[in-house]
């Protein structure tokens, strides 16, 4: 059996720099978005070699900053297939109307970047009441959001998923868990406990693959304990490209080999079902 596939992490970098100036947060580039871009028509033909039907493109924080002009562009060529995960200042004053704006260009989720590659913040900000208005409208329309932490941030994780249950949200990375000690992985406690919320969804990469594949009890270990935790109606597939090396197609063969030992169900599931929970647009 060969699931339907949606990819809800990948990224895309345009050559045109005067239409789409850089101006990463933090001021600071990612390497990846300067030593492999990928554009929005480079990501197509790597879908279509890769077979992925669909994707929620996942706007570049460490490129356009809080500009979400690149992503929202392209996914309005092509609406039926894509949709747009966007990053803006849920502190900023007029947070709610710029939602808006982005809704009505096609924004199909929401992203709360903390930090990555290039800058990580404490990511406090993520429980400041300034923010909750979005989190309210999110609920009203049954909008994602994606939130970017690390471990020390799960906590917050817990206490937004309660305070706002009618929002799905979906951890990136799978929460960059701890897996060194193995199965039955004691450093991922706090992850683990954010089961308890119906709400909260888990992002698997590839980076969530090679550390899994490096732990003890390898991927086989990892991903049915993961299963078993959290359903795989909770975990969805994320290509994290081209942030991640190596083609789509190559992605997704290590993905295959990572999750081959759970049922066909559970890889429907991971591979496009739950990605299509989360963003109901890229639904058949």
């Known amino acids: 059996m060969t699931p339907r596939i949606i990819d809800i992490h990948p990224h895309i ?16 580039r990612s390497n990846w978005s300067q030593k492999r871009p990928s554009s929005f028509e480079e990501l197509i033909a790597g879908m279509d070699e890769a077979g992925i039907a669909r994707a929620a493109i996942v706007h570049s924080s460490t490129t356009y900053g809080h500009n979400n002009d690149y992503v929202l562009d392209s996914v309005a060529t092509q609406p039926d297939r894509f949709t747009a995960v966007c990053s803006f200042d ?16 096609g924004m199909g989720g929401v992203r709360l970047f903390t930090g ?23 609920a ?32 990136d990375h799978c929460g960059r868990p701890v897996l060194e000690e193995g199965p039955p992985y004691p450093a991922c406690a706090g992850l683990f406990g954010l089961a308890r919320y119906d709400n ?11 550390l899994a594949q490096a732990a003890p009890g ?35 063969t290590q993905g295959q080999d990572c999750l081959r030992a759970l049922s066909d169900d ?17 639904a058949d």
């Open 116 to 138: 990555g590659a290039t800058a990580q913040t404490d990511g406090r900000w993520l429980v400041n009441p300034a923010t909750f208005p979005v989190w309210e409208r999110c």
């Open 13 to 28: 970098i345009s050559a045109d720099t005067g239409r789409y100036p850089i101006a990463p947060q933090a001021g600071q």
């Open 218 to 252: 390898g991927a086989e270990a990892f991903f049915a304990h993961l299963v078993q935790r959290f359903g795989a109606d909770h975990l969805a597939f994320g290509s994290n490209h081209p942030a991640s090396a190596g083609s789509m197609k190559a992605l997704i």
């Open 200 to 210: 909260v969804y888990l992002k698997i990469t590839p980076k969530t693959f090679d």
């Open 140 to 171: 009203e329309l049954g909008m994602a959001m994606v939130i970017q932490t690390t471990p020390a941030g799960l906590s917050m994780v817990a206490e937004l998923a309660e305070r706002f249950p009618k929002v799905r949200i979906a951890l």
């Open 266 to 282: 559970d890889r429907a599931w991971i591979w496009g079902r739950t990605a299509q929970r989360l963003y109901p647009m890229l």
């Open 90 to 105: 849920l502190l900023a004053p007029e947070a709610v109307q710029v939602f808006d704006r982005l809704l009505a260009r």
